[in-house]
């Protein structure tokens, strides 16, 4: 029974989650979210933040990366970064050295960071 139970919240879920992201509103939105200067993308277990070139550029320093993370990205997970501003900064600076994007990569549901990439991926873009 219970095993039912934990499938059918499962079930739910992710048919919540599917009718949110088929709503008009949704699909117009994916188009504006390209243009952000951060912008998220999660799998099951993490997410990746994805800040664009140009904020990549303007983070090179500790005291930039964090007024960056403060003003320019509203996700909760920005916030739990602000401590790392440091070690953000030095890879923000690889990132902007190669012309690419800074990517954070955590878990989910702890905002745990588990990686920090230079990346010129689908995802890194000019804004």
């Known amino acids: 029974m219970k095993s039912t139970l934990v499938k059918a919240g499962l079930a739910a879920v992710l048919l919540a989650?599917?009718?949110?992201?088929a709503t008009p509103a949704a699909a117009a939105s994916g188009a504006a979210a390209a243009l952000r200067p951060v912008n998220v993308d999660c799998g099951?277990?993490?997410c990746s933040i994805y800040f664009s070139r140009s904020l990549t550029k303007r983070m090179t320093?500790?005291?930039?990366a964090a007024a960056s993370?403060?003003?320019?990205c509203s996700h909760v997970a920005?916030?739990?970064f602000g401590a790392a501003a440091t070690v953000l900064?030095?890879?923000a600076k690889e990132a902007a050295g190669k012309n690419q994007c800074l990517r954070v990569r955590y878990e989910r549901f702890t905002y745990k960071v588990v990686?920090?990439?230079s990346d010129g991926s689908r995802h890194c873009h000019d804004s």
Do not use: E, H, Q, R
């Open 61 to 64: 320093t500790p005291y930039d």
């Open 89 to 91: 900064a030095f890879k």
């Open 78 to 80: 920005c916030k739990a």
């Open 69 to 72: 993370l403060s003003d320019l």
């Open 115 to 117: 990686g920090l990439y």
């Open 17 to 21: 989650g599917a009718t949110a992201a």
């Open 44 to 46: 099951w277990v993490t």
